[in-house]
């Protein structure tokens, strides 16, 4: 999913640094927030943008110019939504850029779009209704997760297919880079979405109160786990 360094012409990939700036503005303003309503969900905001950093970083040759690999971006947004997965993300996304030589700078604006912003905002959505149709948390976060996945790599394909479509035009393009990318990225999507339902039961049996209070989870669902295990 990272395009590559240079691998965007003019003038897009200015643009998508213009489209991911606002968001990811307003991310560091949550963070702000969120740490000093929460002081103690610091080290869970470093748990996940390392998460992000590691899993991003498992990259499989994919499109010319760019990969498939999982995002972890997803998990982020159910946790913290979609602006301040934003943030995590373009911070993965640098470090990534200067020391792994993935991704790249001047294309740092379209990979946060594509795996910072779609993608959360696609897996917060699915999270939210999940927790309103009072569907079981570990088939929410499967669903936010492998579906914020698969839509950044949607998101991927059209950043390409903007700026190289065949002479059929766009929408060739866009199915031809997107079918390339859905062979390795339909069980990447899926591989992450089981991972994350893991490490998300993980964080609501040591966290939990935590989750509650962040408004994640509701607390009742916690004491009721609790009392069972007693």
């Not at 240079?6 to 640094?17: K, M, Q, V, Y």
């Not at 498992?58 to 939504?81: D, E, Q, Y």
Request: charged share 10%; net charge positive.
């Amino acid at each position: 999913m990272h395009i590559m360094e240079g691998f965007l012409p003019h003038p897009w990939w200015e643009i998508w640094f213009v489209a991911s700036i606002p968001i990811v503005a307003y991310g560091i303003y949550q963070i702000s927030g969120v740490a000093k309503k929460h002081p103690e969900a610091k080290p869970l905001l470093a748990l996940v943008g390392a998460f992000i950093f590691v899993l991003s970083a498992l990259k499989l040759p994919s499109v010319t110019g760019s990969c498939s690999h999982p995002t972890g971006s997803g998990l982020a947004a159910v946790l913290f939504g979609p602006a301040i997965a934003s943030v995590l993300s373009m911070i993965a996304l640098v470090f990534q850029a200067l020391l792994l030589a993935h991704g790249g700078l001047t294309t740092l604006g379209a990979n946060t779009l594509s795996m910072g912003i779609v993608g959360p905002v696609v897996a917060f959505a699915i999270w939210v209704v999940c927790k309103k149709t009072n569907v079981p948390n570990s088939v929410g976060v499967f669903l936010a997760v492998a579906f914020g996945d698969l839509l950044t790599y949607v998101t991927t394909s059209a950043q390409l297919a903007l700026a190289f479509p065949t002479a059929a035009g766009f929408f060739d393009a866009f199915v031809k880079f997107g079918t390339v990318f859905a062979i390795t990225q339909i069980p990447l999507a899926i591989a992450e979405g089981i991972l994350a339902i893991f490490l998300f039961d993980f964080l609501v049996k040591y966290r939990g109160q935590l989750l509650s209070a962040m408004g994640v989870i509701k607390l009742p669902i916690i004491a009721h786990e609790q009392e069972g295990k007693k």
